[in-house]
């Protein structure tokens, strides 16, 4: 068995991108300064719901103001599109206008574009601008938007409702609920969150008048799809029209992956004014003015067998699309749906979908997306279930999970696991929790007043199917090796990531290997990155593309050194004949190549029909201060199946990060809007809480992987993983000990310790009278 390459898959290679970073050497958006600029503000509606009139006749006379555009200035331009339809009874969705005209539907809808040559003179073009507003009746949150006589958002949608579909056969699920044993019922609210990436978003936009040509620099997920849809759909101008450079991306979640309207505002203002213009939000703007994510409200059933098992599901799920739809809105609660059934052999399902429009900002995917909503539900309700028929949570998990000799196993909602042991992850899991003694440490914590809890959560999730994904990869003169490839890293680590993938073939140290993204001259296509599809997609692209050129490679060498190309090996950028020193270089194969140059690149494109299944166990072990209501998090456990794990250390900061991202939502994270007038209430983080490195637990992370059968590498992908599992594991682990000590069943999150607190008194208030 040959040795592993050092630098190659399954290695812990240090980030090779950290070195210029944390020397603060990156270069984000912001960081682009063109020799001319000019600075752009928007102005938002203060309303969640009103008619307006604009007047900026003062404004645009004030000194150093460029240009003021209103909805009448941009009238040629499309609206922004939604790219998700149903495939029966495909709906028509609303308009989604660059600047909103006469009506404004949330706080912070904008309604003005301000271009000044600073920033401070473009706020008091603002503050100049005069609106007249008529404020309208608003409603926020679903469960509101949907009663009878709620003010409606859009007239061609009665009720406030988009779609109301269903997923799976009602008529076998209603049958399944009949001749049940017994039958466990949760109703449960994801509540809304903020993206909180670090680089808040912005963008630049050069116009070249003689080529009539933009370029925007912009911190997104992906530089193709931005540039489509804004010159196809926005502009309304061929894409060759113009370059989106993407340079360093500081955090995305997803939420950085779609077009917003500032980009095209910034295109309008620079081909008018002949001028580079530039814009960057504030963290008020990041949160009026990006999309939003979670915001489910959900009702489960479960149907029981006497002996636990599971015998049908349903599901009345209602998501929040704000007052827009953004690019993927509708689909994340559709999508998701199909994820409900989670890790179990549930041969029959139901689930009710209802996409609701509110007066809030529009919601889309959010790390996950959708995928984590399905796992908070089908965990928390295979809790109930246990508490139902009185068994404990790993029990009926085992008496239910999908077996491995059931693979592939289609579910009721059509997806087909290719690959698992579910059983063996959630039974290490336990070990590595000293489930067993869990009791002992009941008994200990009571001594100091305080109660605890244990909470699991086995999810699964799906991966990869984002479409095909191309890689090029080319000897450079020099001798190094670099990758083109249109995913795009927004702190994921790609750069090191795919130099793995090279050096696995070639063995290249990751400094001769040089991965180049977000650059639509120099990359043909792309697909960002989002769904956790750079490395299930992009590296199998880069993998068959390295393979194929070192196929090349050995063949110009093969002349070179007068033998056969199957005699040759690549190792440290040599090709070598096996078992001698007859051997030539890369940089001496790139001189030599002349009218072979060709065969110094080679391009590969994989796309995943089926997508991947990523899988895992998370425990979580709380104890809860019932004189306050704090939560603390004493133990973390995670075993996670990735297929194949490409860097060990990557890995597990993915699924710590995502973990305290779940961890945040669980305990404290919420975005809250007056129920009486749509008033964004948690604006600032002053209002908003995120979580800190005192409120996250020392992870215990391990894998079991059982490789994946569709994808070439056997990765299932692991990006968003950490974010599915924590936010039920917690929960339950809250609910566990509220449950052993007051027989409370439920609490919603954030479990914030106002929640704790008051969910224990109104018990004890109960129980006192």
């Given at each position: 068995m040959a040795a592993p390459i050092k630098f190659g898959v399954g290695q812990s290679v240090l980030r090779k991108e950290d070195d210029a970073l944390i020397r603060g050497k990156g270069r984000y958006t912001d960081d682009h300064i063109p020799s001319v600029g000019l600075?752009?503000?928007?102005?938002?509606?203060?309303h969640a719901h009103a008619k307006f009139t604009v007047n900026a006749a003062r404004a645009r006379g004030l000194p150093g103001v460029a240009l003021i555009l209103t909805a009448e200035d941009i009238a040629d331009l499309g609206d922004l599109p939604c790219l998700f339809n149903l495939e029966v009874n495909p709906f028509t969705g609303p308009p989604y206008p660059i600047l909103a005209k006469d009506e404004v539907r949330h706080v912070g809808d904008t309604i003005a574009f301000v271009v000044a040559e600073t920033v401070d003179r473009a706020r008091d073009a603002i503050e100049a601008i005069e609106v007249d507003w008529a404020p309208l009746p608003a409603v926020a949150g679903v469960v509101n938007a949907v009663k009878p006589g709620a003010p409606q958002v859009w007239p061609d949608h009665p009720g406030n409702v988009l779609f109301d579909v269903?997923?799976?056969?009602?008529?076998?699920?209603?049958?399944?609920?009949?001749?049940?044993?017994?039958?466990?019922?949760?109703?449960?609210?994801?509540?809304?969150?903020?993206?909180?990436?670090?680089?808040?978003?912005?963008?630049?936009?050069?116009?070249?008048?003689?080529?009539?040509?933009?370029?925007?620099?912009?911190?997104?997920?992906?530089?193709?799809?931005?540039?489509?849809?804004?010159?196809?759909?926005?502009?309304?101008?061929?894409?060759?029209?113009?370059?989106?450079?993407?340079?360093?991306?500081?955090?995305?979640f997803g939420t950085k992956l779609f077009p917003y309207r500032e980009y095209a505002l910034l295109a309008v203002a620079a081909r008018r004014l002949k001028k580079t213009v530039r814009w960057a939000a504030d963290r008020s703007e990041h949160f009026m003015g990006d999309a939003q994510g979670r915001d489910n409200v959900t009702t489960a059933k479960m149907a029981l067998a006497a002996d636990g098992k599971f015998l049908a599901m349903d599901v009345d799920l209602m998501g929040d699309m704000g007052g827009y739809l953004s690019t993927?809105?509708?689909?994340?609660?559709?999508?998701?749906?199909?994820?409900?059934?989670?890790?179990?052999?549930?041969?029959?399902?139901?689930?009710?979908?209802?996409?609701?429009?509110?007066?809030?900002v529009p919601v889309d995917a959010y790390r996950g997306a959708g995928r984590p909503e399905a796992a908070y539900v089908i965990e928390r309700l295979v809790d109930a279930c246990a508490r139902k028929v009185d068994m404990t949570p790993d029990a009926i998990r085992r008496r239910n999970f999908i077996t491995p000799r059931a693979m592939p196993y289609k579910t009721a909602t059509?997806?087909?696991?290719?690959?698992?042991?579910?059983?063996?992850?959630?039974?290490?899991?336990?070990?590595?929790?000293?489930?067993?003694?869990?009791?002992?440490?009941?008994?200990?914590?009571?001594?100091?007043?305080?109660?605890?809890?244990i909470g699991l959560a086995s999810y699964v999730e799906v991966c990869g199917t984002m479409g095909e994904e191309t890689a090029n990869v080319r000897i450079d003169p020099n001798g190094d090796v670099t990758v083109?490839?249109?995913?795009?890293?927004?702190?994921?680590?790609?750069?090191?990531?795919?130099?793995?993938?090279?050096?696995?073939q070639f063995g290249l140290p990751p400094e001769r290997v040089h991965i180049h993204q977000g650059d639509t001259d120099e990359i043909a296509t792309g697909l960002g990155t989002g769904g956790s599809a750079s490395i299930p997609s992009g590296g199998v692209s880069v993998e068959r593309a390295t393979r194929a050129l070192g196929a090349q490679l050995k063949e110009l060498a093969a002349e070179v050194l007068e033998t056969s190309a199957g005699d040759l090996e690549i190792d440290r950028g040599v090709v070598r004949v096996v078992g001698t020193d007859r051997s030539i270089g890369f940089v001496e194969l790139a001189r030599r190549a002349g009218s072979d140059a060709a065969k110094l690149n080679a391009s590969a494109t994989f796309a995943s029909a089926d997508g991947t299944y990523p899988n895992g166990t998370h425990i979580a072990e709380v104890e809860i201060d019932p004189a306050t209501g704090i939560v603390k998090i004493v133990n973390y456990v995670i075993v996670d199946d990735f297929g194949v794990t490409l860097n060990p250390l990557l890995l597990?900061?993915?699924?710590h990060g995502g973990a305290m991202q779940g961890i945040g939502q669980a305990l404290m994270e919420q975005v809250v809007y007056s129920a009486s007038d749509g008033q964004l209430v948690t604006g600032t983080y002053m209002d908003y809480a995120l979580p800190r490195a005192a409120d996250g637990p020392s992870f215990v992370f391990e894998t079991h992987n059982v490789p994946c059968k569709t994808n070439p590498l056997g990765v299932k992908g692991a990006g968003e993983a950490g974010a599915i599992g924590s936010c039920p594991a917690v929960v339950?682990?809250?609910?566990?000990?509220?449950?052993?000590?007051?027989?409370?069943?439920?609490?919603?999150?954030?479990?914030?310790?106002?929640?704790?607190?008051?969910?224990?008194?109104?018990?004890q208030r109960r129980h006192s009278l």
């Amino acid at each position: 068995m040959a040795a592993p390459i050092k630098f190659g898959v399954g290695q812990s290679v240090l980030r090779k991108e950290d070195d210029a970073l944390i020397r603060g050497k990156g270069r984000y958006t912001d960081d682009h300064i063109p020799s001319v600029g000019l600075h752009a503000l928007l102005l938002r509606s203060p309303h969640a719901h009103a008619k307006f009139t604009v007047n900026a006749a003062r404004a645009r006379g004030l000194p150093g103001v460029a240009l003021i555009l209103t909805a009448e200035d941009i009238a040629d331009l499309g609206d922004l599109p939604c790219l998700f339809n149903l495939e029966v009874n495909p709906f028509t969705g609303p308009p989604y206008p660059i600047l909103a005209k006469d009506e404004v539907r949330h706080v912070g809808d904008t309604i003005a574009f301000v271009v000044a040559e600073t920033v401070d003179r473009a706020r008091d073009a603002i503050e100049a601008i005069e609106v007249d507003w008529a404020p309208l009746p608003a409603v926020a949150g679903v469960v509101n938007a949907v009663k009878p006589g709620a003010p409606q958002v859009w007239p061609d949608h009665p009720g406030n409702v988009l779609f109301d579909v269903p997923v799976g056969d009602r008529k076998a699920t209603d049958e399944a609920f009949a001749k049940a044993h017994a039958v466990a019922e949760i109703s449960i609210v994801n509540p809304r969150v903020v993206a909180s990436f670090m680089e808040t978003r912005a963008a630049i936009c050069e116009y070249d008048a003689k080529r009539d040509h933009f370029t925007l620099t912009v911190g997104s997920q992906g530089s193709h799809r931005l540039r489509d849809i804004l010159c196809q759909n926005v502009l309304k101008i061929p894409v060759e029209k113009m370059r989106v450079i993407c340079p360093d991306v500081g955090g995305g979640f997803g939420t950085k992956l779609f077009p917003y309207r500032e980009y095209a505002l910034l295109a309008v203002a620079a081909r008018r004014l002949k001028k580079t213009v530039r814009w960057a939000a504030d963290r008020s703007e990041h949160f009026m003015g990006d999309a939003q994510g979670r915001d489910n409200v959900t009702t489960a059933k479960m149907a029981l067998a006497a002996d636990g098992k599971f015998l049908a599901m349903d599901v009345d799920l209602m998501g929040d699309m704000g007052g827009y739809l953004s690019t993927f809105g509708p689909y994340i609660p559709h999508g998701g749906a199909g994820m409900l059934p989670g890790l179990y052999d549930i041969q029959t399902f139901h689930c009710r979908v209802r996409t609701v429009f509110t007066h809030t900002v529009p919601v889309d995917a959010y790390r996950g997306a959708g995928r984590p909503e399905a796992a908070y539900v089908i965990e928390r309700l295979v809790d109930a279930c246990a508490r139902k028929v009185d068994m404990t949570p790993d029990a009926i998990r085992r008496r239910n999970f999908i077996t491995p000799r059931a693979m592939p196993y289609k579910t009721a909602t059509g997806k087909i696991y290719d690959s698992g042991d579910f059983n063996a992850h959630l039974k290490r899991a336990m070990d590595v929790a000293n489930w067993k003694e869990f009791p002992k440490r009941v008994r200990l914590a009571k001594k100091h007043d305080l109660i605890r809890g244990i909470g699991l959560a086995s999810y699964v999730e799906v991966c990869g199917t984002m479409g095909e994904e191309t890689a090029n990869v080319r000897i450079d003169p020099n001798g190094d090796v670099t990758v083109l490839i249109g995913t795009q890293s927004s702190g994921q680590g790609h750069q090191t990531a795919y130099a793995q993938l090279v050096a696995e073939q070639f063995g290249l140290p990751p400094e001769r290997v040089h991965i180049h993204q977000g650059d639509t001259d120099e990359i043909a296509t792309g697909l960002g990155t989002g769904g956790s599809a750079s490395i299930p997609s992009g590296g199998v692209s880069v993998e068959r593309a390295t393979r194929a050129l070192g196929a090349q490679l050995k063949e110009l060498a093969a002349e070179v050194l007068e033998t056969s190309a199957g005699d040759l090996e690549i190792d440290r950028g040599v090709v070598r004949v096996v078992g001698t020193d007859r051997s030539i270089g890369f940089v001496e194969l790139a001189r030599r190549a002349g009218s072979d140059a060709a065969k110094l690149n080679a391009s590969a494109t994989f796309a995943s029909a089926d997508g991947t299944y990523p899988n895992g166990t998370h425990i979580a072990e709380v104890e809860i201060d019932p004189a306050t209501g704090i939560v603390k998090i004493v133990n973390y456990v995670i075993v996670d199946d990735f297929g194949v794990t490409l860097n060990p250390l990557l890995l597990a900061g993915q699924v710590h990060g995502g973990a305290m991202q779940g961890i945040g939502q669980a305990l404290m994270e919420q975005v809250v809007y007056s129920a009486s007038d749509g008033q964004l209430v948690t604006g600032t983080y002053m209002d908003y809480a995120l979580p800190r490195a005192a409120d996250g637990p020392s992870f215990v992370f391990e894998t079991h992987n059982v490789p994946c059968k569709t994808n070439p590498l056997g990765v299932k992908g692991a990006g968003e993983a950490g974010a599915i599992g924590s936010c039920p594991a917690v929960v339950n682990a809250i609910v566990d000990g509220l449950w052993r000590e007051y027989k409370i069943d439920h609490i919603d999150m954030p479990a914030t310790p106002e929640r704790v607190w008051i969910a224990i008194r109104e018990h004890q208030r109960r129980h006192s009278l």
